[in-house]
């Protein structure tokens, strides 16, 4: 059959892109061109192969010969990505991907970064998954992925963590609320008040518990929505207060949808972290990443983080 001298890569790309995507639309997508392209380099792959790799008759799946060429033609092209990295890197060029986990509150600033990023280094292309705090454990744990942005690292595992810039945290509330014009609130206030808390595991939930320890306040009244967007909307609507990071709630702040709280001690101010495991070597591009948040991330993010905490 000889297929190391029939095949091509475009053959390969559409077949692994419609396996991907188990779409012809999205493999077209995907590749830059037109579902009947994909479509007429199938029929070829299939023709030089002798088989059917694809059957979609009633929904696109690959026949056990489909399965075999795409796990191999996948080896095939990770191989030649890699060989183009290691030239580029050859000449001190950083290129390849990079795949990044974030927690969901890092979500509000990462692509700012990550769209700066691209622009100085396009050689470097990079898979973001945004997570809560657990599953970026996991991901870590598990390699799937090579960097994660996020607060408190994990403990018991070999990471390095590396501060780039700092996380602020305060008490918010609709306009109207009672405390919204008060000043240098007891953290004792509290305690009446109905509290709107992040899911039990966020990073936001456990630094809101930790500062209500540290001040002795029992919440009477305490209510779980999830979500950072969920508790915005509910305390806009008046539902009671939240604690949340600055990044999350800055731009209603200014549109005086939502007032930060002067209460004691806040903002609680925590850091951002670049998060690598320590028994996994560091490619280039990881570095360079690295080096880019250390040295841009605080005036990159800096501005909508700091804005709320002028009054602090």
Known sequence: MKLEQRVSLKQLRALVAVADTGSFTLAAR????TQPAVSMQLRELE??????????RREIRLTLAGE?????AKEALSAIELAGIEILAGRGVAAGTIDIVAITTAEYFVPRLLAEFGRRY???????????RAEVYAMLDERRAAVAIMGKPPSGMAVRRIPFAPHLLSFVAAPD??????????????TEERLLLRERGSGTRDHIERYLKRHGVNALRADELGSNETLK??????????FLSHHTFSMEEAAGHLVRLDVQDTPVEREWNIVVRNDQPLSLAV???????????????????????DRG
């Open 122 to 132: 396009p050689d470097i292309r990079f898979r973001l998954s945004v997570v809560n």
């Open 68 to 72: 075999t060429l795409v796990r191999r």
């Open 233 to 242: 909307q509910a305390a806009m609507a008046g539902m009671g207060i939240a």
């Open 47 to 56: 023709a030089i192969v002798g088989e059917v790799l694809v059957d979609g």
């Open 30 to 33: 995907r590749l830059h061109i």
């Open 287 to 309: 570095t360079t990443l690295m080096n880019f948040l250390q040295s841009e991330g605080v005036d990159l993010i800096g501005a909508s983080a700091g804005a709320s905490a």
């Open 177 to 190: 609320h009672p405390l919204a014009k008060k000043r240098n609130i007891p953290p004792a206030s509290l």
